[in-house]
């Protein structure tokens, strides 16, 4: 079956400690992105990917990084330097030039303490 | 800064019910709104909406644009339990190649037996 997974479903770090959140597509789509969802608020883009090897910074792209080295794969790596990286994360993809069809994966609940 | 909001944030009634929830918009132009639906993790996609005063149905869900007074509006006819979920509006930017959505905070319904 074709779809997005994320992975781990739930993912503890002491503070200081970089982690990367998995994302892995078989849709054949072109677009990829990370959101962070926290309480309260809508889905925030942190970075998103339109091709292989190229990638921008969505709207709170600060103490985060990502590649985009395969087609199906958009790892998200929470740095050291986010000052408050528990949330959320949630992956999407897209048919290219087709945004409104965002898939979403199941989501990856980080913890920092 | 494009701005989407929400409302109300958070809405209970019993199941049966019609429920409304409200899209508004400060948003200077785009190519279309999206309604997502988010039980437990990942949202769902539910409608895109292009054109004014064109309504969308789904089973016992519909939603209309109002291009002019800048508001989209959902409707769920006769809830059922089944239909507790954050309920997520977004547009989409107009540029071509652009794959960014703003999103709303979202409204938590919540539909009691």
């Known amino acids: 079956d074709g779809g997005i997974t994320q992975s781990p479903k739930y993912l503890f770090r002491k503070e200081g400690q970089n982690v990367t959140l998995s994302c892995e597509q078989n849709?054949?789509?072109?677009?990829m992105y990370w959101y962070r969802q926290d309480p309260g608020q809508g889905l925030r883009l942190i970075y998103y990917?339109?091709?292989?090897?190229?990638?921008q910074k969505g709207d709170i792209a600060e103490g985060y990084s990502v590649s985009r080295e395969k087609k199906e794969s958009f790892p998200l790596t929470v740095t050291s330097a986010q000052k408050n990286p528990t949330a959320f994360y949630l992956c999407?993809?897209?048919?290219?030039?087709?945004?409104?069809?965002?898939?979403f994966g199941p989501g990856t609940r980080l913890t920092v303490t | 800064e494009d701005k989407v909001v929400q409302s109300p944030l958070s809405l209970v009634v019993h199941e049966g019910d019609t429920v409304t929830l409200n899209c508004s918009y400060e948003?200077?132009?785009?190519?279309?709104l999206l309604w997502y639906k988010q039980e437990k993790k990942a949202p769902t996609f539910l409608f895109m909406l292009?054109?004014?005063?064109i309504e969308k149905k789904s089973g016992r869900l519909s939603s209309i644009l109002d291009k002019k007074e800048l508001f989209s509006i959902l409707n769920i006819t006769a809830t059922q339990t089944g239909d507790s979920a954050v309920y997520l509006c977004?547009?989409?930017?107009?540029?071509?190649?652009?794959?960014?959505?703003?999103f709303g905070t979202g409204t938590r319904l919540t539909i009691i037996p």
């Open positions: 999407a993809s897209s048919p290219h030039q087709s945004s409104y069809e965002q898939y």
């Open positions: 849709l054949n789509h072109d677009a």
């Open positions: 990917s339109q091709i292989v090897n190229d990638f």
């Open positions: 948003v200077t132009n785009f190519r279309s």
């Open positions: 292009t054109s004014s005063g």
């Open positions: 977004a547009v989409e930017p107009p540029n071509f190649g652009n794959e960014k959505l703003t």
